[in-house]
């Protein structure tokens, strides 16, 4: 399954639709936006590519029954804390914001999934905690560690991890 993880778009929608653009091209197979979402224009655009979308609200989502209402009406699957995204074979991915440092540590240690996907630190990184694949995309608003904003593209088939910087 191929994958779209994004994060802190903090309402930033243009760069959201170019990411969601990126996804479309790469034939994603599910959405994922981890929180720092910013504005119901953003989670409307979660649900642009036409492919299952799951997002978290995060720290600075200050109008969060308002991304739920927009998420329920738009299809997107969503979350205060935390959502789980199927992948085939029994296979899950977990996704938060990554502010609630317990919540991801537990996320972490659980064993029950393949893959978890967090944002807040507007860092993208992969790492391998045994098991577990930790995924964090990046940030579309003010990225660390990079001028450009950047998204992640995950392949659970071959357990590929690409960052892409956006156009």
């Known amino acids: 399954m191929i994958v779209g993880v994004v994060s802190d778009s903090h309402g930033k929608a243009k760069r959201l639709k170019a990411a969601m653009d990126i996804?479309?091209?790469?034939?994603?197979?599910?959405?994922?936006?981890?929180?720092?979402?910013?504005?119901?224009?953003?989670?409307?655009?979660?649900?642009?590519v036409g492919v299952p979308a799951y997002a978290v609200s995060g720290n600075m989502d200050r109008d969060v029954d308002d991304l739920d209402a927009a998420a329920r009406r738009c299809g997107v699957i969503f979350s205060r804390r935390m959502v789980e995204v199927p992948l085939?074979?029994?296979?899950?991915?977990?996704?938060?914001?990554?502010?609630?440092?317990?919540?991801?540590?537990?996320l972490i240690r659980s064993g029950r999934y393949a893959y978890v996907c967090h944002g807040h630190s507007h860092r993208a990184a992969t790492k391998r905690r045994d098991k577990?694949?930790?995924?964090?995309?990046?940030?579309?608003?003010?990225?660390?560690?990079?001028?450009?904003?950047?998204?992640?593209?995950?392949?659970?088939?071959?357990?590929?991890?690409?960052?892409?910087?956006?156009?």
């Open 88 to 106: 085939g074979a029994e296979e899950l991915l977990a996704a938060t914001h990554g502010d609630d440092r317990s919540l991801l540590g537990e």
């Open 132 to 167: 577990v694949r930790v995924v964090n995309p990046g940030a579309l608003r003010h990225p660390v560690g990079s001028w450009r904003p950047t998204v992640a593209i995950i392949d659970t088939e071959t357990d590929l991890v690409q960052q892409v910087r956006l156009r």
């Open 23 to 48: 996804f479309a091209e790469r034939r994603v197979q599910a959405v994922v936006h981890c929180g720092d979402i910013g504005s119901v224009e953003c989670v409307e655009l979660l649900a642009s």
